[in-house]
DNA sequence: CCTTGACTTGAAGTTAACTTCAAGTTGTAG
DNA sequence: CTACAACTTGAAGTTAACTTCAAGTCAAGG
């Protein structure tokens, strides 16, 4: 096996030294150290990193990333079944999370049309409404239910 | 002309006074005062305030917004001008992330059939390469250029 | 008039996901 | 062997979008 050093891991992954050492101190990512003290990463930790970026890209928090890591090795190539986990659910995610986009985009399009100058007449007016009710939220980002993507 | 106390607003909008008297400390909302130094809103920005969140399910900031309300009236119906040109360049936005969301899925969908256990064939675990240089970036919701959803 | 819930302010706290900094120590090309 | 880039640490800073708090003042029903 042969070992990155964190600038490697970082020019190859693209994710900032610093963001990598984050990581770490979050348990996302592990590494050896050498005699004087520096970090050396199995290659492997190359795709562990890939997938955090990509968990990422789904709208999944480093702490979910973190619970859905942690049954993957540290130091070895996830078996087939592990992959294959992650990546059903992972692909349910986008799903919900396009019909909730594409199911504003049509409300925003009836809107188009109408001219929507009523406030009664308009879904998008009126956060209440059953349609807009899944995909409405506190932060930009938000927290959907974590459990189950996890799992 | 009547109007709304902060409380009433809120009830109605569904989002708290907290974050209504934040949204005027930003210029997104406008209030007059009674004698006694209460706000009154106009009813007006009810339909503001909705526009302000469904402007941040699209994914925008709430700087962003506060550029593309800057043209409505703070104390009456926007025109139909108005309204048209925001929510097709919303529209717009929405369907950029769709795609966005749709060519990481398909890409997912690809990887479960392949068990994906090869980092060279697989687009998800290169980030640099083609397909997913659109959509990576770097923290939650990565900042597309603003100024042409805006104007 | 009195009570009580709604309202006022500015400052400080919150969370995620990092980045920046200072003050050193290590690894390696030449 | 030396220079210099890469590495180390913990703490503090950053940003967005709010929330919470304290210490009051205001408004409206009975």
Same mark, same amino acid.
């Given at each position: 096996?042969?070992?990155?050093?964190?600038?490697?891991?970082?020019?190859?992954?693209?994710?900032?030294?610093?963001?990598?050492?984050?990581?770490?101190?979050?348990?996302?990512?592990?590494?050896?150290?050498?005699?004087?003290?520096?970090?050396?990463?199995?290659?492997?930790?190359?795709?562990?990193?890939?997938?955090?970026?990509?968990?990422?890209?789904?709208?999944?928090?480093?702490?979910?990333? @973190?619970?859905?890591?942690?049954?993957?090795?540290?130091?070895?190539?996830?078996?087939?079944?592990?992959?294959?986990?992650?990546?059903?659910?992972?692909?349910?995610?986008?799903?919900?999370?396009?019909?909730?986009?594409?199911?504003?985009?049509?409300?925003?399009?009836?809107?188009?049309?109408?001219?929507?100058?009523?406030?009664?007449?308009?879904?998008?007016?009126?956060?209440?409404?059953?349609? @807009?009710?899944?995909? @409405?939220?506190?932060?930009?980002?938000?927290?959907? @239910?974590?459990?189950?993507?996890?799992?």
């Amino acid at each position: 096996m042969d070992w990155l050093s964190i600038g490697e891991l970082s020019t190859r992954s693209g994710v900032a030294t610093s963001a990598l050492r984050f990581y770490e101190t979050k348990g996302l990512i592990a590494s050896e150290r050498t005699d004087g003290n520096q970090r050396r990463y199995p290659r492997a930790t190359l795709r562990r990193v890939s997938l955090i970026r990509a968990g990422q890209e789904v709208g999944l928090t480093l702490a979910e990333l @973190s619970e859905a890591l942690a049954k993957l090795p540290h130091d070895a190539t996830p078996t087939k079944a592990d992959w294959h986990r992650l990546s059903k659910s992972w692909r349910k995610r986008l799903d919900r999370q396009i019909a909730e986009l594409e199911a504003l985009r049509d409300e925003l399009t009836d809107c188009i049309g109408c001219g929507c100058l009523s406030l009664k007449s308009c879904a998008i007016f009126n956060p209440g409404d059953a349609a @807009s009710e899944l995909g @409405s939220g506190p932060r930009y980002l938000m927290g959907n @239910s974590s459990s189950e993507v996890v799992r």
